[in-house]
C-alpha cells in the first residue's frame, strides 16, 4: 500500500517557469488537499479537494492551479514560479472528515 | 473564520515527564473536528489524535491525550512519559464543515525532550 505519493521530492526552477507537481493516493480518499510549509508559518493551505470533479481555494491559491479529475490524482500547478513560491509542499488526503491526514512526503522546490 | 493558534514556539521537558501543548481555535460552526500532528526532523507529517467537537470524552492515542474544552475553545495535546523520540514540531489543526471541510493548521510547537 503506497499510500500518498508526491513526485519530484526536489526540484529548482526558473522565475517564470511552470510545473505540475504530481499528487496520488491508493486508499480511495474523497479528500485532498495542498499545503505549503514555510519556516515559522505552519502549512498554509493552498487548494483543497472533497471529491472528484470538486475543487475549491484555500488561504494562499494565487499562482497555483487544481484540477481532479480522478479520486486517485491531485496535481498541482505552478502557473509562472517567482521566489516567493519557494517553500516545501505537502499533498494530503483523508477518507472521511473525522479521519486524520495521510501525508506524501513532501516536494522541495526552488525558484531562483 | 478558521483560525488556530499555537502560542508556545519552543518547549523543553525533562525525559519522562508530562508536556501540554497549546492550542486554542475560532470558530462559528457547532461541529467541527480537533487534530494534532507530528513533524519530526526528518520532515514527514504523521496524524497523532483527532477530536469531534461533538465528543463528550476527551481523545486518548497511548500516551496522547486531547484536552478538549469546549467553551473555552481550546483543546491542548498532552504527551505522557515523555521520550526523546517525542522531540519534533507539533501542529494542531481544525477542520469544519463551512467552506467545505478544509482543514486549517496552526503554526506549530517545537517540542524539545531533555534526557
Known amino acids: 500500500n503506497a499510500g500518498v505519493t508526491q513526485t519530484p521530492k526536489f526540484q529548482v526552477l526558473k522565475t517564470g517557469q511552470s510545473m505540475t507537481l504530481q499528487c496520488a493516493q491508493d486508499m480511495n480518499h474523497e479528500y485532498m488537499s495542498w499545503y505549503r510549509q514555510d519556516p515559522g508559518m505552519g502549512l498554509r493551505l493552498i487548494h483543497y479537494s472533497v471529491g472528484a470533479g470538486i475543487t475549491d481555494q484555500g488561504e494562499v491559491p494565487n499562482g497555483y492551479n487544481v484540477s481532479r479529475s480522478t479520486t486517485e490524482d491531485f496535481p498541482l500547478r505552478l502557473l509562472s514560479a517567482a521566489p516567493s513560491q519557494t517553500s516545501v509542499y505537502f499533498c494530503?488526503?483523508?477518507?472521511?472528515?473525522?479521519?486524520?491526514?495521510?501525508f506524501g512526503s513532501g516536494t522541495r522546490l526552488t525558484v531562483v | 473564520a478558521q483560525k488556530i493558534t499555537q502560542t508556545q514556539p519552543g518547549m523543553f521537558v525533562q525525559e519522562k515527564e508530562a508536556v501540554t501543548l497549546d492550542c486554542t481555535y475560532d470558530t462559528s460552526d457547532q461541529s467541527y473536528g480537533l487534530f494534532w500532528y507530528k513533524q519530526p526532523s526528518s520532515g514527514e507529517m504523521i496524524f497523532l489524535i483527532y477530536q469531534g467537537s461533538y465528543d463528550e470524552q476527551n481523545a486518548t492515542e497511548g500516551r496522547y491525550s486531547l484536552n478538549f474544552q469546549k467553551a473555552r475553545k481550546s483543546a491542548n495535546l498532552v504527551i505522557s512519559a515523555s521520550q526523546l523520540g517525542d522531540s519534533a514540531m507539533y501542529f494542531c489543526?481544525?477542520?469544519?464543515?463551512?467552506?467545505?471541510?478544509?482543514?486549517?493548521f496552526g503554526a506549530g510547537t517545537r517540542l524539545f525532550v531533555k534526557a
Open positions: 494530503a488526503s483523508s477518507y472521511l472528515a473525522s479521519y486524520g491526514y495521510t
Open positions: 489543526a481544525m477542520r469544519e464543515p463551512t467552506g467545505g471541510f478544509k482543514t486549517i
